[in-house]
């Protein structure tokens, strides 16, 4: 079940949402398999880091400037934004403790 902390960011709104504070931004598509099986543990991390931690999922299909923007060319791709600016990439699927460990360094 989908946590209903991970937030939908767009190509509009894209560079205010993740202007503020520690965001956490899923590149994602519909059609990719190692997306879907990283949904949870992307579910998982907003529950855990609510209140510290922004979650957000971008639909690359859906809006396509912000991933060329950050040249995103595969997924799923995780970028990690500290008051505007990328602290972290993480290119792939990884599992709850990695991502955990990346997300433990910038708090």
Do not use: N
């Not at 972290?88 to 955990?100: F, Q």
Request: a neutral charge; charged letters at 25%.
């Amino acid at each position: 079940m989908a946590s209903d902390k991970v937030k939908t960011f767009t190509d509009a709104t894209f560079a205010t949402d993740t202007s503020k504070g520690l965001v956490l931004v899923d590149f994602w598509a519909e059609w990719c398999a190692p997306c879907r099986r990283l949904a949870p543990v992307v579910d998982q991390i907003a529950d855990q880091y609510a209140g510290r931690l922004t979650v957000a999922k971008m639909d690359i299909d859906k809006h396509s400037q912000t991933p060329a923007q950050f040249m995103i060319r595969g997924i799923p791709t995780l970028l990690l934004f500290k008051d505007g600016k990328v602290v972290d990439t993480i290119v792939g699927l990884v599992d709850k403790a990695d991502l955990s460990r990346t997300i433990d360094k910038h708090l």
